[in-house]
């Protein structure tokens, strides 16, 4: 009898890692995963690896040495998109910034940035799902809808004690399909949230006597009412958990990271909680923590100076791209390049299209180089980053004798070596 072999689905964050495959199957179709993994594992995908060097069909060694003269050229490159590669290549990547003088970020945009400003200024106390799913009696999703970004989320964290039965709670401004399911949904614009969440923490932090004082008159009473709800059912968990997304588009000033952080903090004073935040930003977890143990910050590093630097965002992609720091440009994507320009300034996708760029791309692609890249965890292996920040090996469905994006970059690492 042929085994059933079980894999992990990059389909999100989640990665699953109780996919069945019966390999023996002509048409084999996964088991066990929603719908947003059948629609992952049914994506086409090349039965075989291309690479260019100026739009014609090079060898591997061709577009190897291509690339290491682009980045020898150039007197600024740099490396984006790490969110895109598996640890492995990441970790390759990171070795070409610091042989080339090259900045090196995460990501291709200032997007979504802030849960790390927030950990750098305020930490954080968070759990793995596991962790999760056999504690926690309360969990509650502030304005965040995990049935559409990470369907099997619940059933993951689903607590079975049946003494203790785990409510579900949601924050939001609108129903949605994780409203449907849950125990309570406490409904609030997005303006008032945060206002709601410095109410919460007021009402936890003030002696029972001085909480009607402290509601001030810049507080409307309706937000009160609300808080002191939500502070009941937070203060009766005896293990609690909040996921989160961010809220609004800026990348680092957005206040509910800060502020849940801070709740999750006055919390522990009275019971337990732990906090997540629900990413989607693909392998960007695992990439900040690539940087953090080699360069000591965790994304936009910058080496002109023979050294790491970090400001702020000054050297993330988009801000090299938007202040024309850069003159060449190695990046990792998933999307077609439309799309990914798309998500630029005006003035960051000028200078894009102005610079020697060399792209790993699992879609054809314009650029000086292009490196064919697989999907992970069908025609690509490696490992990934969990939403908990736990490291899962991602393994290839199907196998393919496909260079690896880490075995390609570490060529040219290698070619950069040897010349330089
Ligand atoms: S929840 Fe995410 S990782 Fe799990 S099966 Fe669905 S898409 Fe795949």
């Known amino acids: 009898m042929q085994k059933i072999e079980k894999f992990i689905c990059a389909g999100c964050t989640l990665l699953c890692d109780d996919i069945e495959v019966d390999l023996s199957a002509d048409h084999w179709r996964p088991k066990n995963t929603c719908e947003l993994g059948n629609q992952y594992f049914a994506q086409p995908s090349s039965p075989t690896q291309t690479h260019f060097v100026d739009g014609e069909v090079a060898t591997l060694d061709q577009a190897v040495k291509a690339t290491a003269q682009l980045l020898r050229n150039a007197k600024s490159p740099l490396i984006c998109g790490l969110d895109q590669l598996s640890t492995e290549a990441q970790q390759v990547s990171w070795k070409i910034a610091d042989i080339a003088g090259a900045t090196i970020d995460t990501t291709f945009t200032n997007h979504g940035r802030s849960s790390i400003f927030s950990l750098q200024k305020i930490g954080k106390v968070t759990a793995t799902l596991g962790e999760i799913g056999s504690r926690s009696d309360l969990v509650v999703f502030w304005f965040c809808d995990p049935e559409i970004t990470h369907p099997r989320l619940l059933e993951r964290i689903h607590r079975k004690d049946k003494d203790q039965p785990q409510r579900i709670l ?251």
């Open 170 to 420: 949601v924050v939001g401004d609108k129903e949605t399909a994780t409203t449907k399911i849950a125990h309570r949904f406490i409904q609030i614009s997005k303006e008032n949230a945060s206002e709601l969440l410095v109410r919460v923490r007021g009402q936890l932090t003030l002696p029972s006597d001085n909480k009607t004082s402290a509601s001030g008159a810049n507080f409307s009473s309706a937000t009160e009412a609300t808080a002191s709800e939500l502070v009941k059912e937070l203060v009766d968990a005896k293990y609690g958990s909040i996921f989160f997304e961010q809220v609004t588009e800026n990348s680092r000033f957005d206040s509910t990271s800060d502020s849940i952080s801070r709740l999750i903090r006055s919390l522990n004073d009275v019971t337990r909680f732990v906090g997540l935040k629900l990413r989607t930003d693909n392998n960007a977890q695992s990439a900040e923590n690539v940087l953090a143990w080699s360069s000591g910050f965790p994304f936009a590093v910058n080496h002109n100076l023979g050294h790491p630097r970090q400001h702020g965002l000054e050297f993330s992609a988009e801000s090299m791209l938007q202040t024309q720091q850069c003159d060449a440009i190695l990046f990792a994507s998933r999307l077609s390049k439309s799309d990914l320009v798309g998500q630029l300034s005006k003035s960051a996708r000028a200078h894009f299209e102005s610079i020697p760029q060399i792209a790993f791309s699992t879609q054809a692609m314009i650029a000086n180089v292009q490196f064919q890249l697989g999907i992970p965890g069908i025609n690509e292996a490696g490992e990934y980053c969990r939403i908990d920040n736990i490291s899962m090996p991602v393994k290839k469905i199907k196998p393919n004798d496909w260079m690896s994006p880490e075995t390609i970059l570490e060529e040219i690492r290698q070619n950069l070596v040897a010349r330089s």
